[in-house]
C-alpha cells in the first residue's frame, strides 16, 4: 500500500541554524498537508500544497511539492526555539478517502 | 484552541478493561477521525466519520469500534484493552471529510493500560 516516509526522523540543531525535514511518497499525490506538533501539544496545520512544483512561503517556513508531486519539504530558516516540535506531513491514501501521515521529524533546538 | 474537545483528558485502567472516549468536532464540522499516537510515534489513522456514516477505515483493530452521533460528536469503544493499547487517542475534525480539507485536531486522550 502507499507509505509516506518521512527523514530524518530526529534532528538537533543549533539556534540560527536552518533546518530541512523531506516527504516522500511511494504514489503520486493529489495534494500534501503540513503540520506540526509541539511536545505535549496537538497537531495544527501548517499549509496545503496543490500544484507541481508548488512553493509556499509562511515567514521563515518554505514548503515545497516536488515537480512529479511525489515529495515534498520544509525548509526552516534559522530556527528559534519556538520551533521545536513534531512535523508531519500527510498525503491522500490512495484506497480512500483518509489522509497518510508521515512518521514525523522531530526537530530540538539548542539555545 | 482548535475548537475541537475530547474528554476524558487522561483514563488509566487495567488490561481487559473497555474503555470510551469522546470527541465534540468543531463547530459546523461534519467529519470526525480518529487517530492513535504512541509514544514517539507518528498518527496512524483509525477511522472516519461523515455526517453519521462511516467514510473510510484505517488500521482500527476488531475490538476498537467508533460511531457517530446525529448531533455530530463521536465516541471510539476500545475494548478488551491490552497493555500495546496505551497511547495518545487524538480526535479530528473537519468541515467536509474530504482529503483536502484542512483537518483541526483536539487535545487527545492518554490511555494508559496496567
Known amino acids: 500500500g502507499q507509505q509516506v516516509m518521512q527523514i530524518p526522523q530526529y534532528q538537533h540543531v543549533q539556534e540560527g541554524e536552518d533546518f530541512t525535514t523531506y516527504c516522500n511518497s511511494s504514489?503520486?499525490?493529489?495534494?500534501i498537508q503540513w503540520y506540526k506538533q509541539r511536545p505535549g501539544g496537538h497537531p495544527v496545520f501548517l499549509i496545503q500544497?496543490?500544484?507541481?512544483?508548488e512553493v509556499k512561503k509562511q515567514k521563515r517556513l518554505t514548503f515545497q511539492f516536488g515537480e512529479a508531486k511525489k515529495n515534498s519539504s520544509l525548509h526552516i530558516t534559522a530556527t528559534q526555539t519556538t520551533d521545536v516540535g513534531t512535523y508531519f506531513c500527510a498525503g491522500p491514501h490512495n484506497a480512500g478517502n483518509m489522509l497518510t501521515f508521515g512518521g514525523g521529524t522531530r526537530l530540538m533546538v539548542k539555545p | 484552541d482548535s475548537g475541537v474537545t475530547q474528554t476524558p483528558k487522561h483514563l488509566i485502567t487495567a488490561t481487559g478493561q473497555r474503555v470510551t472516549l469522546r470527541c465534540s468536532p468543531r463547530?459546523?464540522?461534519?467529519?470526525v477521525y480518529w487517530y492513535q499516537q504512541s509514544l514517539d510515534q507518528g498518527l496512524q489513522f483509525l477511522i472516519q466519520y461523515y455526517n453519521g456514516e462511516e467514510r473510510a477505515k484505517g488500521n482500527i483493530l476488531e475490538r476498537f469500534s467508533a460511531q457517530q452521533f446525529p448531533d455530530l460528536h463521536s465516541e471510539l469503544n476500545l475494548s478488551s484493552l491490552e497493555l500495546g493499547d496505551s497511547a495518545l487517542y487524538f480526535c479530528?475534525?473537519?468541515?467536509?471529510?474530504?482529503?483536502?480539507?484542512?483537518?483541526?485536531f483536539g487535545p487527545g486522550t492518554r490511555l494508559t493500560v496496567l
Open positions: 479530528a475534525s473537519s468541515a467536509s471529510g474530504g482529503v483536502t480539507d484542512e483537518q483541526f
Open positions: 500544497l496543490v500544484k507541481s512544483g
Open positions: 504514489t503520486t499525490l493529489s495534494n
Open positions: 463547530s459546523g464540522d461534519l467529519s
